[in-house]
């Protein structure tokens, strides 16, 4: 017995499957560059600004600043969530949400790009992540 060709599958089913591998084509590229790559760099702009001894105020390192602002944007995300959910479910805005959030992560993650030119680069990327 052989799988089914994705051209045998109904119009709709082909529209929800290309939509699947957009969004895990988009996600992997994501994951890679940023959530990989950009901790690394951080914390190498973190030391380069806070000299010799690489912490603020003898408590916070580069990698336990990373750690804070991923814990605050998951529990924004967590906090959030459910509220959005609500809405989403309720009101016909699904799309007009998904179009908005992926605009705003879309800019923040090439405005990622401009983090050397900025005056502080770590706080460039701690405020955009």
Known sequence: ????????????????????????????????????????????????????????????????????????????VAFSSPVLGVIADRVPIRRVLLATYMTIGSVFTMLAFFAPYAPEPCVWLFVLF
């Open 1 to 76: 017995m052989s799988l089914p060709s994705i051209g045998d599958l109904p119009l709709e089913q082909r529209r929800i499957i290309r939509a699947w591998c957009m969004y895990d084509w988009a996600n992997s590229a994501f994951a890679t560059s940023i959530a990989a790559i950009v901790p690394i760099y951080f914390v190498f702009l973190f030391k380069e600004a806070a000299g010799d001894d690489g912490t603020v105020l003898g408590i916070f390192t580069g990698s336990s600043m990373w750690s804070l602002g991923v814990a605050l944007s998951t529990g924004f």
